[in-house]
Structures are given as structure tokens and as C-alpha cells.
């Protein structure tokens, strides 16, 4: 069955039929639950989240004006909801140490050396992505996994686009140095284990 946008079905929900906001948790569901769990880097927070965004929307919809897309305002509970729960919770960070996978890992997985690599590279921005902080995970999610532009991400967030651009710029240079630092580890992990497997000449 073919979508009839948003507002069609807002206005259905408003006139009484409420079964038709399941059109509207089936379209949006995904990119919620996706948003939320690279927040909060926690599959199962991550649906409590998105269960607990729809029926806030849900109860709230009278209060949806239309200035902004419905997307852009369901992205903006989403984003609070995940942001409160991370705060809420005395989350602890990842060290380097935590990092569970290295090269050799992923071509246990496949023998494929390119599609292992790409998972590699993968799960090391993954990795980043929770080192950063809360604010930023979402910021970077917005802008590179959702493609929100920088206008969309200000109204979702409530930070000007002022400061969504620097700190957009500052998440992307954390994330870049973890990652480097990781590659760095892996990379002596790698030399080390080589070195070990030279015949002794003594």
C-alpha cells in the first residue's frame, strides 16, 4: 500500500481514527530506532526509546504545528528522549582496551579481504562513534547517517547552526584520532605478532 504522507494520516489520527497512526510508526520506526541506539549505543534502550518517542508523538500530536516537517519534530523527541536516558544513566566509557575485534578477527569471518577490511574499518567507526559524547553521537548521526543538513539538525536539536558546525567539526576530529589510535594499536598488535613468528636463531 502506497504512503499518503504524513499530515494525511496526522489528520486522520486527529478526526478520531487512531488505528492510522501505525502507518506512521511503520514509516518513520527504522530511522528512529537507528538514531536512538547510536545514542545510546544499547539495542534494547534503543526500542524502549523509540516505543517511548512514538507514544509521546502519539500523545502530543495536537501540539504539532506544521512549521516543520513531521519527520524533523518526531527526529527532535527522539533525540531528547535518547539524550535524557544517556544522561540519566552513569554510562562508562570505552577505553582502547575494549575494543573486542582487529583484522584478524573479520578475516576469520570471511575470506574475503576487501569485505573484511570494510567491516573492519566499520566496526572502528562504531567504536568511535561511542567514545564520543552524547551530544556529538547524535550530531554526527544526524548529519551523516540520517543526512540531515545543518538547518534540519538545528531544529531537531535546539543548538544554532553556528555551533552544530563546530561542534560537528570537533566530534569529527575526536572520532579521527580514536580511530587513529586504534589503527595505531592494531597496527603494533600486528608487528608484534609477526615478529614472534621469525625462527630464533640462538
Known amino acids: 500500500m502506497e504512503y499518503k504522507?504524513?499530515?494525511?494520516?496526522?489528520?486522520l489520527v486527529l478526526?478520531?481514527?487512531?488505528?492510522?497512526?501505525?502507518?506512521?510508526?511503520?514509516?518513520?520506526?527504522?530511522?528512529?530506532?537507528?538514531?536512538a541506539f547510536r545514542i545510546c549505543g544499547n539495542r534494547e534502550e534503543a526500542e524502549e526509546v523509540a516505543q517511548d518517542a512514538f507514544l509521546k508523538a502519539f500523545r502530543s500530536l495536537k501540539s504539532f504545528r506544521k512549521k516543520s516537517t513531521f519527520s524533523t519534530w518526531l527526529y527532535r523527541i527522539v533525540y531528547n528522549t535518547s539524550i535524557s536516558?544517556?544522561?540519566s544513566r552513569k554510562n562508562k566509557l570505552l577505553s582502547l582496551e575494549d575494543f573486542p575485534a582487529d583484522m584478524i578477527d573479520f578475516m576469520r569471518i570471511t575470506p574475503d579481504e576487501d569485505e573484511a577490511e570494510r567491516e573492519y574499518k566499520n566496526s572502528l567507526v562504531n567504536f568511535a562513534l561511542q567514545?564520543?559524547?552524547d551530544e556529538e553521537r547524535g550530531i554526527i548521526t544526524l548529519h551523516y547517517y540520517d543526512e540531515l543538513s545543518i538547518e534540519?539538525?538545528?531544529?531537531?536539536?535546539?543548538?544554532?547552526?553556528?555551533?552544530?558546525?563546530v561542534k560537528l567539526f570537533r566530534a569529527r576530529q575526536k572520532m579521527t584520532?580514536?580511530?587513529?589510535?586504534s589503527e595505531k594499536k592494531e597496527n603494533f598488535r600486528q608487528s608484534t605478532l609477526h615478529t614472534s613468528n621469525f625462527p630464533n636463531h640462538e
Open 5 to 11: 504522507g504524513d499530515i494525511y494520516y496526522i489528520d
Open 15 to 35: 478526526r478520531g481514527n487512531l488505528n492510522a497512526f501505525s502507518f506512521i510508526i511503520d514509516r518513520h520506526k527504522d530511522r528512529m530506532f537507528n538514531l
Open 85 to 87: 536516558l544517556v544522561r
Open 131 to 133: 567514545k564520543i559524547g
Open 152 to 165: 534540519e539538525m538545528s531544529a531537531v536539536t535546539g543548538i544554532s547552526r553556528a555551533n552544530i558546525r
Open 177 to 181: 584520532e580514536i580511530i587513529r589510535t
